[in-house]
């Protein structure tokens, strides 16, 4: 399975995954800078800068940082929302769950060379655009048929690599303007998923401050730019 994870990733950025790119581009200043930050994911966004967007309830304000240090470190702010409790089926039985106002904070790394190098892109925005951009039907063609003609006769492992791409083609990730070099949302249960690209830096907001996708959305774009206000200076 792994080997056709591989071959399939390959192919992708072969055949319709490139982008036009900066041939190399090096980490920008803010990128840089978020760096130097270390991982502070609780100095990265804070109470204070999630409160011009949004009103926290105070008495049950929560404040979380993950014990993890790193890229798979995190700092969460939660406080009630008021919203009813969600329905979930959960191992084959109904439950309710809370249904929290939520701001997560994580997920920062960076592209370096050698994964620009081992990708065969020329730059951090289309190895970005190569995780979370939505194929085109053209782009889905002509990556089944390269990947056709090299498992054309291993029919397991065909059907393996088909059925990859056509989840590859459900990506509900969108675009959006103006924050970044690039970024891309998407909505669930549990709120905004937004993931922004500045330099060689990315890094992930979970948001969900209103039971609308278009809100929670407004407001977690907002906290990116506070995150990238703090390198912009």
């Known amino acids: 399975m792994k ?10 950025i072969l055949s319709a995954c490139a982008g036009t790119g900066d041939n190399g581009q090096k980490s ?4 840089q800078c978020l760096e130097d930050k270390d991982y502070q994911y609780e100095t990265l966004l804070t109470k204070a800068d999630i409160a011009k967007y949004v ?3 105070e008495a049950s304000f929560k404040k979380e940082i993950s014990p993890t240090k790193g890229k798979y470190g995190s700092c969460t702010y939660s406080w009630e929302s008021g919203r009813p409790k969600i329905e979930k ?24 060379d050698e994964d620009l190098e081992r990708n065969q892109q020329e730059s951090a925005i289309d190895l970005f655009d190569m995780g979370y951009k939505k194929l085109s039907q053209e782009e889905y063609n002509k ?6 003609k090299r498992l054309g006769d291993k029919p397991k492992d065909l059907a393996r690599a ?3 791409m056509e989840s590859r083609m459900d990506f509900t990730y969108k675009p959006i303007e103006n924050l970044g070099d690039r970024a891309y949302w998407k909505w669930n249960d549990y709120g905004i998923e937004l993931i922004v690209l500045t330099g060689n830096a990315r890094f992930t ?9 278009e809100t929670s ?15 912009e200076g």
């Open 3 to 12: 080997n056709i994870i591989h071959l399939l990733f390959a192919i992708c």
């Open 28 to 31: 920008s200043a803010i990128s």
């Open 55 to 57: 009103t926290i309830d």
């Open 89 to 112: 089926a959960i191992a084959g039985r109904d439950v309710k769950l809370s249904d929290p106002n939520q701001v997560t904070i994580k997920l920062l790394d960076f592209y370096t």
């Open 143 to 148: 990556i089944l048929a390269n990947i056709e």
């Open 162 to 164: 088909k059925k990859m």
């Open 205 to 213: 907001i979970l948001s969900k401050t209103t039971g609308k996708p």
């Open 217 to 231: 959305l407004e407001h977690a774009v907002d906290f990116a730019k506070e995150v990238l206000a703090k390198c």
